[in-house]
């Protein structure tokens, strides 16, 4: 059986994009092998963090990981700094990568340009990614395009560990997962929907009300003909709200337009904002039994306690490799 090693940022709200794009995804992973989620808060300080937001976004997104369907009988799901063999693997991994390779990763030089000042840890975090897939073993990486390079590096730097210091390190293979459904802002539907926007009509979140969904969709731009069917280039407003149906519903956009053949725009808003309220709500009550409730706490202390086992075997075998400390059995 493969492993699958899948982290994710606690950063704040996550949106009906987020939602549809990725964690709707995130279960068929326990199905397909040994599938281990975290929560890679380490990372989120790589920029300044409020403390009491970051332990909120923290518990949040693991209430969300098991709303949407994480299993944890079936996966493993633990947050990142519960597990101190990451920045130890991190600090080793640092050490095997040169200052060249960290100077050339996209997302730094995208995040320092024009600053006078940046976090050292925007460069040396790449490292402490590798750290966190090499450590589990893992044989798979579901990532997007753009975390491409990141694993292509945690490639190079665990070669270059084994050819070192011995045959260690699994070499994880990259996925990159079907992708989900492209979900665009409600008010200008030729951007990405964006928990940043500053339209609060744009987006709709993950735990926005019945009645909030119901304004943003009913509020949602479209255009002046009149006639529901899927053309992006002429009609991205419409064909946004065909695919926020078809993806809650699993239905094809052809399926959704025939539904709603011959009648106007308000059935439609009103169709699409029932079809999603109906699919969020036992995600949503889910969710809500879980964020302060201690079988949250249960899975999240189980998942660090096997996280643990597994990192720290791996920890030992890596440092006894180099000659770290004394020899350990």
């Known amino acids: 059986m493969k492993t699958i090693f899948s982290g994710v940022q606690p950063t704040g ?46 518990r949040a997104l693991a209430a969300t990981y098991i709303a949407t369907g994480i299993d944890p009988e079936k996966a493993t799901l633990f947050i990142q700094s519960e597990v101190p063999a990451h920045a130890q693997a991190g600090w080793i991994m640092q050490c095997i990568a040169s200052i060249g390779e960290l100077e050339r990763m996209t997302q730094f030089k995208d995040k320092s340009t024009g600053k006078e000042s940046v976090s050292a840890a925007l460069l040396t975090y790449p490292p402490l990614m590798a ?93 002046s003909e009149g006639i529901v069917r899927f053309d992006v280039a002429e009609k991205p407003g419409v064909s946004n709200l065909l695919t926020i149906e078809a993806a809650v519903n699993n239905v094809s956009i052809d399926d959704v337009v025939a539904k709603y053949d011959g009648l106007g725009y308000g059935a439609f808003k009103a169709g ?35 996280a643990n086992a597994i990192a720290n075997k791996t920890l030992k075998k890596m440092e006894n490799a180099m000659g770290l400390g004394r020899k350990r059995r």
């Open 13 to 58: 709200v996550i949106t009906l994009g987020n939602y549809l794009g990725a964690f709707r995804q995130f279960p068929a992973f326990q199905e397909q092998g040994n599938a281990i989620y975290c929560i890679v808060d380490q990372h989120a300080i790589t920029v300044p963090q409020d403390r009491l937001d970051l332990r909120k976004n923290i």
């Open 131 to 223: 750290a966190d897939i090499l450590l589990y073993n893992a044989d798979i990486v579901p990532v997007g395009e753009d975390q491409k390079q990141h694993l292509e590096l945690t490639r190079d730097l665990a070669n270059r560990f084994n050819h070192r210091y011995g045959d260690i390190l699994t070499i994880p293979e990259v996925q990159i997962p079907k992708e989900g459904a492209r979900i665009k802002s409600l008010q200008e539907p030729t951007k990405k929907m964006s928990k940043s926007d500053t339209n609060t009509k744009a987006t709709i979140r993950f735990l926005d009300t019945a009645k909030e969904i119901e304004k943003k969709i009913k509020s949602a731009v479209t255009d």
């Open 272 to 306: 699409v904002a029932e079809s999603l309220i109906t699919h969020l709500t036992p995600l949503q009550e889910r969710y809500y039994e879980l964020i302060d409730s201690p079988e949250l706490d249960q899975i999240l202390d189980l998942g660090a306690e096997k």
